[in-house]
């Protein structure tokens, strides 16, 4: 699992908030033989990675916090609604052939099929259109809604969803995606896609944050 590095001096800094807290800056700098400007980024780095809390006129707190946890933290702060992509769409009568070329083109690994009134009834893999398409030379008259996979057996999940809450359901679902809808009077409406490529780009802009 992927932690904050820190380097001697701000171990050092750390030790000493642990021991005497609440102190000011200026008494742990006394502490360490150095000037206040000099440890002012590493205060700074430190106080913006959870380590310590300061208040003014008071000085630093110690949290308590090891880094695991506070990226596990910051982890619960991602929302599907801040890392969703475009939907893949299709109308449940098309061709498993269509379905195919939609696939090709759009460069994705999972379609969402709709009904007439744009509501999500199916989803359409990599492996379903590949386990159509072995033996069966009639793909152009083979309807999607005949292999997808159908409601109530879908995978989904709400714009507030938590990522990791997606993350850990693509894993014990074993797929790549997953829609994200919103309810409505007669079922669900698709409105976006999470895929373990969002999810990857979600934790390299948290590793980049912090």
Not at 108 to 135: E, H, N
Not at 175 to 184: C, F, G, L, R
Request: glycine share 4%.
């Amino acid at each position: 699992m992927w932690t904050i590095e820190l380097n001697k001096r701000q171990d050092q800094i750390l030790e000493i908030v642990k021991e005497n807290g609440p102190i000011t800056g200026e008494h742990i700098a006394d502490r360490l033989h150095l000037t206040r400007a000099t440890l002012r980024p590493d205060l700074a780095i430190l106080t913006m990675a959870g380590f310590l809390d300061a208040r003014p006129r008071v000085g630093y707190f110690y949290t308590g916090k090891s880094s695991v946890q506070l990226l596990t933290e910051n982890l619960k702060k991602l929302y599907v609604k801040d890392y969703q992509s475009i939907p893949v769409v299709v109308n449940e009568n098309i061709s498993v052939y269509d379905a195919i070329v939609t696939m090709f083109l759009e460069d994705v690994g999972t379609l969402f099929v709709v009904d007439q009134t744009s509501l999500l009834v199916g989803v359409l893999s990599r492996k379903d259109l590949l386990r159509a398409s072995i033996g069966n030379q009639e793909l152009t008259s083979l309807p999607v809604n005949i292999i997808m996979t159908r409601m109530p057996n879908i995978a989904m999940c709400l714009r507030e969803d938590l990522v990791i809450d997606v993350a850990q359901k693509l894993i014990e679902k074993q797929i790549d995606s997953m829609p994200v809808v919103k309810e409505v009077n007669n079922g669900f409406e698709v409105i976006g896609r999470i895929t373990k490529t969002n999810i990857t780009k979600a934790l390299v802009a948290l590793a980049d944050n912090e």
